[in-house]
């Protein structure tokens, strides 16, 4: 079945504390994503892969960090959360970074994060 | 100026109607839109994608596309309480290299 996982589902930490949160899909896509989703603000893209080592900033990158070492995998790094990261957060993948290959993105199950 | 603006709703019907979901978007080069259906805990999941101008049509969903105006919209014929979702615009935008959403409208259909 194709799928984008992401783990953990839940995770309440408290400020400072370093976390990652992890990201797979199984269907050899080039292009992943990370997205936070907020009341009122919609979904806001955070950081972006086009494929393997090469990531670049999305509109609200500030306090997460990327990589991308192989095709499947794209972690979300927080090094120092703090309480304005408690969002809802969201992976997700697209075939190729092309018009046409990105026009269906697979979103996995999202990542409800608390910081205290 | 937002890209992609959606009223957030909640829209409540009752079973049966018809609904219209809407969005704006404010540059012209925008070319493909697309429509996510996003079920309560769950990620988004792709509805219907539009490229350009026009209808495009899947069962009892339809978009449409005014580019004149600037307008996206999702209808929904014979509403089920199984739509019960936020419905989320979406645009491929910066080069074709990310996704802008609109911030979603709740729809709920009540038996």
């Known amino acids: 079945e194709a799928q984008v996982t992401q783990n953990p589902r839940y995770l309440i930490t408290v400020t400072g504390k370093k976390l990652t949160v992890t990201c797979s899909q199984n269907m050899n896509h080039e292009y992943m994503s990370w997205y936070r989703q907020d009341p009122g603000l919609g979904l806001r893209q955070i950081y972006y892969s086009m494929n393997v080592e090469a990531t670049d900033k999305g509109d609200v990158p500030e306090g997460y960090k990327v990589s991308r070492k192989e095709k499947r995998n794209f972690p979300l790094i927080l090094e120092s959360p703090s309480p304005n990261q408690t969002s809802l957060y969201f992976c997700?993948?697209?075939?190729?970074?092309?018009?046409?290959?990105?026009?269906?993105?697979?979103f996995g199950q999202g990542t409800r994060l608390t910081v205290v | 100026q937002k890209e992609v603006e959606q009223d957030p709703g909640p829209l409540s019907v009752p079973e049966g109607a018809i609904v219209s979901l809407n969005c704006t978007y404010s540059n012209s080069a925008f070319q493909y839109f697309m429509w996510y259906r996003q079920y309560s805990r769950k990620g988004p999941e792709l509805l219907m994608y539009?490229?350009?101008?026009g209808n495009k049509e899947d069962g009892r969903f339809t978009a449409q596309v005014d580019k004149s105006s600037k307008y996206i919209s999702l209808f929904i014929r014979d509403s089920q309480p199984s739509d019960s979702a936020t419905y989320l615009c979406a645009i491929l935008t910066g080069g074709g290299n990310k996704l802008t959403f609109g911030t979603g409208t709740q729809l709920k259909v009540e038996l």
């Open positions: 539009t490229y350009s101008s």
């Open positions: 997700a993948s697209s075939k190729d970074p092309s018009w046409a290959g990105h026009t269906e993105a697979f």
